[in-house]
């Protein structure tokens, strides 16, 4: 999909059927969410689509999703343009920077849209409501512990992010550096390098980051994607098993790495509630609810209400003795 053309969007549930459409009018009376990913093409924003699209259908809303081919807040841009012109009654989107989206995102605002943010938030001014996985400094400070606790709290290591611009990206960042300073001071941080959340260039990354820092004890990926490419360079350079490598990523692309003991664990939340949770939190929002904290939902639990962000749960951890039990 071309995602630089603005007449083309995909429908993932229009209240009867699941189907792919290419351009035409939305038509029905129901809701119309438009859901945006950073970025498609990965395992993560995948099941993350496959919740909505449940929600979609348990709701009877109609559910449109589309993301850029690369984390890029440009052509998020441009998509949100083409749902303005489609008359969505709702914009959600896992923004790829936190300030430069404020003009689009108001526009659609200005049109009647509401406009929510969900994974990775912009500026407050810009939405109404952000949809949060876990407590940004709770799962900073988690994953800096797990990656202490495999270099023997010493040692020299690197972070492989996502986005710097991305605003979970950096909050997470901050309690990883912040608590790795407090409670690890015999770790030491040699490079923090961006991927663009793209698998290739995270197998790149961590190749350089083990050619130019030969004492490199450990990688911690941010981004769900830079683990299992962190393995794989650690492998080719015959270093599997020698340089830890947890973070952030889905059991799905980590199983084989874990089970074989290239990997001990990482961490995540499910993609596909958090998907879930976005579109019931949208219709529920269109409709003029009141969302409480502790509410119950419906294929996801309890949830944290703090003013206008929303918490869905818990961070979890995925070792060989569970990661079985878990298929996203």
Same mark, same amino acid.
């Not at 489609?86 to 936190?98: F, G, H, M, R």
């Not at 991305?166 to 901050?174: F, G, H, K, Q, T």
């Not at 820092?213 to 990926?221: D, E």
């Given at each position: 999909?071309?995602?630089a ?15 792919? @459409? ?17 970025v ?16 979609g259908?348990d ?5 449109l ?5 690369a984390?890029?807040?440009? @052509?998020q ?8 012109q489609?008359?969505? &009654? ?6 790829? &920077?936190?300030e430069?989206?404020?003009?689009v ?5 200005e ?14 001014g810009?939405?109404?409501l952000?949809?949060n996985?876990? &407590? ?6 988690h ?6 606790s ?15 611009e ?9 309690y990883?550096?912040?608590? @790795?300073?407090?409670?690890?001071p015999g ?25 130019d ?9 941010s ?7 962190a393995?794989? =360079? ?31 664990v ?5 993609p ?5 949770l976005?579109?019931?939190l =949208? ?11 502790g509410?119950?939902?419906g294929?996801?639990?309890?949830i944290?209400?703090?003013?206008d962000?929303?918490?869905?749960g ?12 878990? &298929?996203?």
């Open positions: 999909m071309d995602s053309n603005t007449g083309k969007y995909r429908v993932i549930y229009n209240g009867e059927q699941t189907k792919k @459409q290419e351009s035409g009018q939305i038509s029905g009376e129901m809701y119309t969410i438009a859901v945006i990913p950073k498609e093409g990965i395992s993560y924003f995948e099941a993350a689509e496959e919740g909505a699209r449940e929600a259908e709701l009877n809303v109609n559910v999703f589309e993301g850029p081919p984390a890029d807040w440009k @052509q841009s441009t998509i949100i343009e083409s749902f303005i489609k008359e969505v &009654d709702l914009i959600a989107v896992s923004a790829n &920077d936190p430069k989206l404020g003009p995102l108001q526009k659609a605002e049109k009647g849209i509401k406009v929510m943010t969900w994974d990775s938030d912009t500026n407050a810009y939405r109404e952000f949809i996985m876990v &407590d940004p400094e709770n799962l900073g400070r994953v800096m512990d797990n990656l202490a495999e270099m023997g709290e010493e040692g020299e290591y690197a972070i492989m992010t996502g986005s710097h991305a605003a979970n990206v950096s909050e997470w960042m901050d990883i550096v912040k608590q @790795q300073k407090k409670a690890y770790m030491k941080l040699v490079e923090a390098v961006e991927t663009e959340d793209n698998p290739q260039k995270s197998y790149l990354a961590a190749k350089k980051l083990l050619r820092h030969p004492r490199l004890k450990g990688i911690l990926g981004s769900s994607v830079g683990p299992p490419a393995v794989e =360079a650690a492998r080719d350079a015959g270093k599997a098993g020698a340089v830890a490598v947890t973070g952030l990523s889905t059991p799905n692309l980590m199983r084989e790495y874990i089970k074989e003991g290239s990997a001990r990482v961490t995540l939340w499910s596909k509630k958090l998907g879930y976005t579109v019931s =949208a219709e529920q929002l269109l409709d003029g609810s009141t969302l409480k904290d509410q119950h939902v294929k996801v639990g309890n944290k209400v703090k003013g962000t929303v918490i869905m818990l961070p979890i951890d995925f070792t060989r003795e569970n990661i079985n039990q878990y &298929d996203f």
